[in-house]
């Protein structure tokens, strides 16, 4: 028997590989640079630990969580494999009986959180013990397309080649642009051995429902699975709490679990968790990537995912064992409000948020979609399949209807308005509800006003949420949110092509419940975001709690009033003379553009007083005298500081004037009695 098989057998108690393990084993133990995307549940670790026992020296294994380390080291010993993980969790006999089994050259798998890579004595470390391999799990963490950045991974690159040694990256969710940022930041760009194994996860059911009583909903999807283990995923640390006492109260076993618990508390759940049955997580996503329990046999997201890589991984969580899993996804326009303003907020660079927003986009494709749930997935990640019978839609398939002249209106509407508005302003333009908006934009006299009065705000915001997930418009980070139209909405435009929408969404649409108001207007919104992410990046950068820089009450009169010179921002409660000085005109880029705010220091100073405008006319009349009133004379100028002292002290005589700096004999001469005259008209 070949020695691979033999200890697959003889070490893991399996008598043969899962579909495309033995290749992936046989390149990581030929020494082969390997990125391996493999299905959660696929059998990932294998791939590395084989090879380990195969290969002479220590395999190093980067791993982003410390539950998942101290897992996968105990089954491996329990196995009689000589492996350790050197962690900030280990008690110190933990870590001395790692350094002897180095010191003896007994260890072949050593487990470390990538922070560790920052420590100045953590190569010398590997060096001395014989590295010989580098295997990195959760490989998607080195990427910032990815869901889940730890900058950290970033140092793994960096190991490889003072090492020189062979590494295998492995991950369950990476689409293109996650792929190519892999092998960018670890192989240095040169194409390692990729192994692309099928995202199809046949035993899960997929389903996803608009929220109605969300917390309803989610206890009676439990209470159908009673007894089951299962995790429920919320979006907040106080909804986890909250909805673990509901479950409690319903007779289920539940516990709370997020980044805010002290780390004995997290621990303890998830010792819960692996040795318990039944029992019921409800959890950020802080909880997960480190659980490696076969049996959960159901997940429920109480809130929208923040995107299809986040939703495909935490759904891989159930059914490891490749026994029936159930899932259930609940969203609701609430949702998706806070996964654009946490987009929005974020301190991306404009194109990774733009290309975040895409990946929202995709998620609420896969929401909507009125075909396969499981094509539509497995579609994002590059493969093709045949309707599942496995997922809601195909069980029940939803009610359509032709959507193509709701959507070429809204397509139009966007157009018409030069891409520059969100859903609330085009609904507003489409629906024909006049606001002070519409009237200041004559936007009453667009073809497309009113030619939506068919339908409900309601249900054209249900249009264009739909829209979004066919990714035919897409929220614009430069414009603070305003819907940019796709290319692949082109065809619509040309009659070329036609759009299918589901009926049941607009039907919920009608009869919903208000959604929870709001701080700033739907329009205003993504501007308030923008304006919060630059407070945050100020606040970090000076250390300092973000009200220090502008409290929310002053960002919100921002975004609602959106001033574009710093005699505006003036105006706006909360921004004092020293404020204005110091953050004004950054602000006023953030909401009018590059080039906002620049003025002179000396007119910088007068924003927002009575001497600003007139330091404005006063600078005019001097540009339009600098030749003489016939164009032709010695050319003279003022210093920007003389036209500021003029418009401060105001003089109404030529004495008072001429005693000021900068006003010599010859300026009196030429500015003189036009600027007492401007003086006197103030």
């Known amino acids: 028997m070949p020695r691979d ?64 380390m101290r897992d996968q080291v105990r089954s491996l010993k329990a196995a009689g494999v000589e492996a350790g993980a050197l962690t900030s969790g280990n008690t110190e006999d933990e870590t001395d009986a790692v350094f002897a089994a180095l010191s003896d050259g007994t260890l072949k798998l050593l487990y470390m959180a990538p922070e560790r890579l920052a420590s100045g004595g953590t190569l010398n470390l590997l060096r001395r013990a014989g590295v010989s391999m580098i295997a990195v799990d959760e490989a998607h963490c080195v ?58 996860r046949p035993n899960i059911h997929l389903a996803f429902a608009v929220k109605d009583g969300p917390r309803g909903q989610i206890l009676d999807f439990a209470a159908a699975r009673k007894g089951q283990s299962g995790i429920v995923y919320t979006a907040t640390r106080a909804k986890t709490e909250t909805l673990a006492q509901a479950l409690g109260e319903a007779g289920h076993s539940a516990v709370a679990y997020h980044a805010g618990l002290d780390p004995d508390t997290r621990r303890e759940v998830e010792r819960r968790f692996q040795q318990e049955d039944g029992l019921i997580v409800v ?54 409000r806070l996964r654009r303003a946490q987009i929005d907020e974020g301190l991306a660079p404009e194109e990774r948020r733009g290309a975040d927003h895409g990946r929202l986009n995709a998620l609420l494709g896969l929401a909507e979609t ?76 667009l073809p497309t006003w009113a030619v939506g009065q068919d339908m409900s705000k309601r249900e054209w915001q249900a249009v264009f949420r739909q829209m979004m997930g066919l990714d035919l418009v897409r929220p614009d980070p430069a414009r603070h949110g305003a819907l940019r139209v796709t290319v692949k909405a082109h065809p619509v435009l040309k009659s070329e092509q036609s759009v299918t929408l589901r009926r ?24 308030l975001s923008a304006l919060k992410a630059k407070r945050r990046a100020l606040a970090e950068a000076q250390r300092v709690p973000a009200y220090v820089v502008f409290t929310d009450r002053t960002l919100i009169e921002m975004a609602e009033a959106r001033p574009t010179t710093l005699d505006e921002m003036a105006k706006v409660s909360g921004v004092g003379a020293k404020k204005l000085e110091t953050y004004g005109r950054t602000f006023l880029e953030v909401i009018a553009g590059e080039g906002a705010g620049e003025v002179h220091p000396a007119r910088r100073k007068l ?36 036209l500021r002292h ?15 700096p900068g006003m010599d004999e010859a300026r009196m001469i030429r500015f003189g009695p036009v600027f007492l005259g401007i003086l006197a008209n103030a």
């Open 283 to 336: 959890a950020t996503v802080a909880f997960g990537m480190g659980i490696d329990k076969p049996d959960i046999r159901w997940v429920a997201h109480a809130d929208l995912p923040k995107s299809i890589e986040a939703y495909y991984q935490e759904i891989g969580r159930a059914g490891r064992d490749g026994a029936p899993a159930d899932t259930l996804t609940l969203f609701g326009p609430d949702d998706i």
């Open 143 to 200: 990427s910032q397309w990815g869901h889940d950045f730890r900058p950290d991974y970033l140092r793994i690159g960096e190991l490889r080649r003072a090492l020189d040694v062979p590494l295998a990256a492995f991950t369950a969710t990476a689409d293109a642009e996650t792929r190519d940022e892999i092998v960018e930041k670890l192989f240095d760009g040169a194409r390692p051995s990729t192994f692309l194994r099928g995202f199809d």
């Open 607 to 642: 924003a927002g007083s009575e001497a600003g405008p007139l330091y404005d006319r006063l600078q005019q009349a001097a540009m339009g005298l600098a030749r003489g009133e016939d164009g032709t004379a010695k050319p003279l100028s003022l210093s920007a500081s003389t």
């Open 646 to 660: 003029v418009a401060e002290r105001r003089p109404s005589t030529e004495r008072e004037l001429a005693r000021l």
């Open 370 to 445: 009125y075909a396969c749930r499981r094509q539509a997935l497995l579609g994002y990640f590059g493969e093709e399949a045949e309707p599942c019978g496995n997922c809601d839609t195909c069980q029940t398939p939803p009610e359509t209807f032709d959507g193509t002249v709701p959507v070429m209106k809204a397509l139009s509407a966007a157009l018409r308005t030069e891409e520059f508005f969100g859903a609330g302003h085009l609904i507003d333009i489409l629906t024909g509800n006049e606001t002070d908006k519409t009237r200041a934009r004559r936007h009453h006299d």
């Open 5 to 68: 098989l033999d200890l697959l057998k003889s070490v893991f108690g399996f008598d043969a590989f899962r579909p495309g393990q033995g290749e992936i084993v046989a390149a990581v133990t030929a020494g082969e640079n390997t990125l391996a995307i493999m299905p959660t549940g696929g059998g990932k670790s294998l791939c590395f630990q084989l090879p380990a026992l195969l290969r002479d020296g220590v395999t190093l294994v980067i791993s982003p969580l410390i539950a998942l």
């Open 504 to 527: 049941d969404t607009l039907r919920q649409a009608r009869k919903s419940r208000p959604a929870v108001k709001m701080l700033v207007s739907e329009e205003d919104a993504p501007l």
